[in-house]
């Protein structure tokens, strides 16, 4: 019976790596923001497993693992130019991106929070919808990794969350970021 359990959970999470693939590559065109080097990383671990331990304890103990790099990495920061939703994500890692999809798969009832800060240049009004902007820019890039929609929940915090002064260039600067945090 733990055999059969153990060919089922490896042919489900081969399955799960070729859905992603064939989504991204094949209906998606965009084969260059898959990669699957998290997921091979995560079955070969768990084809390894010769400790006798259940296919239930091994996959918690990857799910685990994911959860300290996860809380290792802290909180994710992009960084946008002056009135710009737009950014570059390449900040975030392939294999950050990889474990967070991988630990919510195993934790459906986890939340990634996705704020969207700017700096105090504009009115209130327009930061603010800069700012929600910015989150949703990020929560989209995210649910294109493969992450639930409904696993990211997106907010504005405008420019009342500054980290740097707002006074100097380069405080501005570092206060135009969208942050992903991961709820415990």
Same mark, same amino acid.
């Given at each position: 019976m733990r055999n059969y359990v153990y060919i089922l959970f490896i042919l489900l999470v081969i399955w799960i790596a070729g859905s992603g693939y064939w989504y991204v590559c094949k209906v998606?065109?965009?084969c260059g923001a898959y990669t699957q080097a998290g997921t091979d990383q995560?079955?070969?671990?768990f084809a390894e497993n010769d400790t006798g331990q259940s296919s239930a304890d091994s996959l918690q103990t990857l799910v685990d693992e994911a959860?300290?790099?996860?809380?290792? &990495?802290g909180v994710q920061r992009v960084y946008f130019n002056i009135s710009s939703a737009v950014c570059d994500m390449s900040a975030i890692s392939e294999e950050y991106l990889s474990k967070l999809k991988f630990y919510l798969e195993n934790y459906p009832g986890k939340?990634?929070?996705?704020?969207?800060?700017?700096?105090s240049s504009g009115t209130a009004s327009f930061n603010e919808k800069l700012g929600q902007q910015r989150a949703d820019?990020?929560?989209d890039f995210l649910v294109r990794t493969g992450i639930l929609s409904g696993c990211i929940d997106c907010s504005s915090r405008s420019f009342r969350d500054?980290? &740097?002064?707002?006074?100097?260039?380069?405080?501005?600067a570092k206060n135009r970021r969208t942050?992903?945090?991961i709820l415990k």
């Open positions: 998606r065109g965009d995560m079955i070969q671990s959860e300290d790099f996860l809380v290792s &990495a939340k990634v929070i996705v704020t969207g800060h700017t700096d820019y990020v929560k500054p980290v &740097a002064s707002n006074d100097n260039i380069e405080g501005r942050e992903i945090t």
